[in-house]
């Protein structure tokens, strides 16, 4: 292995990072996330401190259960770090555009594949990496570790990284031979949704809200009875668990001998995926040039027939959205999450017992519809986060080809604006129905929650077609990625302040209304005056939450975009 080779592959991506370090904006957008983590960081903190401290409190199988919430924390961690290590080696060694260039350097393969392995390990492991350290802390100050549990929590987590990155590496190497890298990415990405969902429904099926149930505490003692049974030796999960385990409870001798297992593991696999790499990885990479496999072909025959009677420009570029959406897979198999999602977020509401809650069923329900447009606000958010706010960037390096067409770039937003629009309008109304209609709602509470949604999509997809073109990102690889850049980033809260300042516009004169509708009692001309002087604030508000994120996109394309390609 030749330290100064790997150490110079890696260099553009370092030299990357020190070019942009003398870009202020670059530091302002890292305090800005800087801040937004440290304060997830700590939120996971304070939650997982209070959860340890309830059930460490529980008599005689507290320290059981927190072992065992323990166990399944570091079972998670891994199954994220398996599968985010899969994408990136799959993106950073088959699928990265500047590998035809590097692989033409007289440098072996099995060096590139190295540096390539660095990268993507470090891309898939720092985020767990660093979200795990607030729950191990917090084992830590529960249970009155000492500074030998905290060295073993840093020496113990490195490994577990490397094994997982490595496991996902080697399983890349041999599968690419197999099969092309860039059908691979579909078929994972198909297969994992599909998993998740599986998952997800069967957890939810299974009605964890009984374990607070006072009449079903009589099965969950039961199921106590299995909660000291080891996980399998063979998981480095349990490596990593029994290592700090026996950190938390001060023994050295155990603790090491794990951590040692751990360790040779990890050395292990990485060892057998650079023995795999030197006669598979340039295999692969040859197979790899293959076209881009497509799981579903759109037809423009039919969709020019459906869409007949609207104006050339309209249709082309509807046809266009909809073709781009149906041949990348990696998009429109993310609809059998958010349909896994909408289900899941309807049955949550009907297996409320709100008849065994001591507060007026009445109240509660009008309280609960309320609180709903909120998370239907939320719901809208990410979905439109997913979709709508990268649309400009997904024009990619051919965006020269919108700007030499014979329309505005007002008109093409406007046009991606429609487009994303009558979807996210149908979602966010279905919702809302199904929910309310779960809850029993009054006509009234069912009325204005179709309305407040009918006014917040349309300024939530402005900011999320808008901002994207303020923010576009035609160099990205993975224009999806958009989502947690800066602009993604600001997307979400803008969007996020947007619908809690409805809300609370909103909040004041619906209690008013509820009250009078339910004591009976009449309203007065001056707060008929405040009703209908918030409700007016809502729309004008909505009015310009749609127009002005569109007129900045539309003036930062054109600034900073010229009208002619370039040569």
């Known amino acids: 292995m030749n330290l100064t080779l790997i150490l110079t592959l890696m260099k553009p991506r370092l030299r990357s990072v020190v070019n942009a370090g003398r870009n202020t904006r670059w530091w302002v957008r890292l305090l800005l996330f800087f801040g937004i983590g440290a304060s997830f960081w ?19 199988i507290g320290d059981i259960l927190a072992y065992k919430l323990l166990s399944m924390v570091f079972i998670v961690f891994f199954s994220l770090l398996v599968f985010s290590s899969l994408l990136a080696s799959l993106s950073k060694l088959y699928l990265s555009k500047d590998l035809t260039l590097v692989h033409a350097l007289p440098v072996p393969s099995e060096q590139v594949f190295l540096s390539r ?13 660093v979200y795990s350290i607030p729950v191990l802390v917090s084992f830590g100050v529960v249970f009155h570790a000492g500074v030998f549990f905290y060295l073993q929590m840093g020496l113990a987590l490195i490994p577990f990284c490397l094994m997982a990155s490595a496991i996902s590496a080697f399983v890349i190497l041999i599968v690419v031979v197999i099969l092309p890298a860039k059908r691979i990415r579909g078929i994972l990405v198909f297969i994992s949704l ?8 069967a957890f939810r099926l299974a009605k964890p809200e009984r374990l607070v149930d006072p009449e079903a505490f009589s099965s969950t003692l039961l199921y106590l009875q299995n909660l000291n049974t080891p996980s399998s030796p063979l998981l480095p999960s349990t490596w990593i668990f029994d290592s700090m385990k026996a950190a938390l409870a001060g023994n050295l001798s155990e603790s090491f ?8 593991g990890a050395f292990f696999m990485v060892f057998l995926t650079m023995a795999a790499a030197k006669p598979f990885y340039f295999k692969g990479f040859s197979k790899s040039q293959t076209s881009t496999f497509k799981a579903l072909k759109a037809n423009g025959q039919w969709l ?68 709903n447009m909120g998370l239907t606000s939320f719901v809208l958010i990410a979905v439109t986060a ?26 093409f937003l406007w046009i991606k604006y429609f487009i994303y629009l009558i979807p996210l309008l149908l979602l966010a109304e279905l919702l809302v129905i199904a929910t309310n209609r779960l809850l029993q709602t009054t006509p009234f509470m069912m009325t204005l929650s179709c309305l407040t949604l009918l006014a917040i999509t349309p300024g939530v997809t402005a900011l999320g077609v808008g901002l994207g073109a303020v923010f576009p990102d035609f160099s990205s690889e993975n224009p999806a990625q958009t989502v947690t850049s800066f602009g993604g980033v600001l997307f979400m809260l803008i969007a996020s302040a947007f619908v809690g ?17 339910i004591n009976g009692k009449p309203i007065t001309n001056f707060q008929w005056l405040w009703i209908w002087g918030a409700f007016s604030a809502d729309l004008v508000l909505s009015i310009l939450t749609v127009y002005l994120p569109l007129r900045f996109g539309e003036q930062k394309l054109s600034l900073h975009f010229p009208r002619e390609p370039a040569p």
């Open 194 to 201: 599909l998993a998740f969902v599986v998952l997800y429904v």
């Open 501 to 517: 300042a409805m809300l609370i516009l909103e909040a004041g004169p619906v209690y008013t209304l509820i009250l009078s509708e």
């Open 117 to 129: 392995w660095l990268e993507s390990t470090f891309d898939s492991s720092w985020m767990v990496l």
């Open 386 to 411: 997913r979709f709508a706010f990268p649309c400009i960037s997904l024009e990619g390096s051919a965006f020269w080809i919108i700007k030499s067409y014979p329309i505005s770039i007002r008109s």
């Open 304 to 371: 020019h027939r459906i869409f007949s009677r609207l104006s050339g420009p309209t249709r082309a570029f509807l046809i266009k959205e909809i073709k781009t959406f149906l041949r990348d897979q990696t998009q429109w198999s993310q609809l059998f999450l958010i349909a896994a999602l909408i289900v899941i977020y309807l049955y949550n509401f009907s297996v409320l017992p709100l008849e065994k809650s001591p507060i007026k069923t009445i109240y509660l329900q009008n309280l609960l519809a309320f609180l």
């Open 257 to 264: 001998f794990h951590l040692s297992l751990l360790w040779s």
């Open 42 to 60: 700590l939120g996971i903190l304070v939650v997982t401190l209070r959860v340890l401290r309830h059930i460490t409190g529980i008599v005689e």
